[in-house]
């Protein structure tokens, strides 16, 4: 028999438990979580236009210093720039704004600018990039706050990121070319009026070398193109007026290349008929796009649970699936087809939309990222087969210690004869 030391089955246990607690903790935290968001809601049957019902699951994601959170289960110190850029532009396209506090939000996000000119993520982090500031820029624009910031320094803030080549850096101490980099500086800087700090000529070249020749931009240059990379860089050339220096059929048939138009989607789901209707929409050549499919996927995509969109409509049943991001790609992408007057029909909302998340004041720690489900599915199989290969090492040297007393024994009993 295999006399196991302690301090193998000790060594095992606890690398066992070391490897795979955080995996098991965290989908008992996001069940509870997600169990707070469908019982927390209150029972409150009620009609109300689409319209209003959208307007009314944005509003209690705004806290109390003006932030926006993603989702209504979302804690506070999750709370960003590109969130506000999502509710801001949900609430103007359904002049929705007087349903928040618009003075508030400003307040907020004019104190996320920095010494230097640029824009944090939120008030408790430190990252400043072109891609934070375009997200806080843009609400404030949309809000009339852009008084309320500097705009000089940040105007010479992104004009110290402009390259030689035309593009630019996202942040001082780093270089990308990734195309959204790019958009963001360009975007930001028409918002302020500051497109002269930058050579439209050099800019433009630098975009079209993401352009591909059949009719697609990539996100990084001679990569495979999409629609993602081209919204941004149709993005780009409109702000330059250079959309004349591409050919608007090509892109079109690149982009309607992934359009069904039995089902009305732009390959997958909400977020990619936002990418490609705006590009289209940039481009004016919708006219491809079977608008009454399209508009029917889009409405099914709202959920009769609290009133906000989903990515997909096998979401609708799923409180945690309902967020800013998918408000922003479902109405945008109506608006792109001038079809807004869909969300004018009545719509039954089951729940009233309350934040249940964690209302603890946000502190100047960036708050870790919740898992997702398939990162936690891979964690729990990666530690499973560092468990078995352990074990098995173990095993193993148990296995050899045995054989080897076994031959002494042996030898022992050759001995005495």
């Avoid at 193998?8 to 490897?19: E, G, R, S, W």
């Avoid at 795979?20 to 409150?44: G, T, W, Y």
């Avoid at 969300?343 to 939309?353: G, R, Y």
């Amino acid at each position: 028999m295999v006399k196991l030391k302690y301090h193998d089955v000790a060594a095992t246990f606890l690398l066992t438990i070391f490897v795979l607690a955080p995996f098991l903790v965290q989908p008992s935290i996001m069940r509870d979580n997600h169990a707070r968001v469908e019982i927390s809601a209150e029972a409150h049957t009620y009609t109300v236009t689409r319209r209003q019902a959208v307007i009314d699951f944005i509003e209690p994601l705004q806290m109390s210093d003006g932030s926006f959170i993603g989702r209504l289960h979302h804690a506070w110190a999750y709370a960003t720039g590109l969130n506000s850029l999502y509710t801001s532009t949900v609430l103007e396209a359904l002049s929705g704004t007087s349903s928040i506090n618009v003075d508030q939000a400003i307040q907020f996000l004019a104190s996320c600018q920095v010494a230097q000119g640029g824009f944090t993520a939120n008030t408790w982090t430190i990252s400043v990039t072109t891609t934070e500031t375009h997200t806080a820029v843009t609400p404030l624009s949309i809000f009339g706050g852009l008084s309320s910031i500097n705009q000089g320094t940040l105007a010479s803030w992104l004009e110290s990121l402009y390259r030689s080549d035309g593009g630019f850096d996202p942040s001082p101490s780093e270089s990308s070319d990734v195309i959204w980099v790019t958009y963001a500086a360009v975007e930001t800087l028409a918002y302020i009026g500051r497109l002269d700090l930058i050579s439209s000529y050099l800019t433009t070249n630098r975009i079209l070398e993401y352009y591909d020749a059949g009719g697609g931009f990539s996100l990084l240059p001679g990569d495979v193109p999409s629609g993602l990379g081209t919204y941004y860089g149709v993005s780009v050339l409109a702000q330059l007026n250079a959309l004349h220096r591409i050919s608007s059929t090509d892109t079109k048939n690149f982009l309607m290349t992934y359009y069904n138009p039995t089902t009305g989607i732009f390959r997958n789901d909400n977020s990619d008929n936002f990418y490609f209707l705006g590009a289209l929409y940039i481009l004016n050549r919708l006219e491809d796009v079977n608008s009454t499919a399209t508009v029917d996927y889009i409405l099914s995509c709202q959920s009769h649970l609290q009133g906000g969109f989903t990515l997909g409509p096998s979401e609708v049943g799923h409180s945690p699936f309902q967020g800013a991001s998918e408000c922003r790609y479902a109405v945008e992408s109506l608006r792109f087809l001038g079809a807004l007057d869909a969300l004018d029909a009545a719509f039954t909302v089951d729940n009233e939309p309350v934040w249940t998340g964690d209302d603890t004041p946000p502190t100047t720690t960036t708050p870790p990222l919740p898992l997702s489900n398939e990162l936690l599915l891979v964690g729990l199989l990666v530690g499973a087969i560092v468990t078995v290969f352990v074990t098995v090492v173990l095993i193993n040297k148990w296995s050899t210690r045995s054989k080897t007393r076994k031959q002494k024994v042996v030898k022992r009993k050759k001995r005495k004869r």
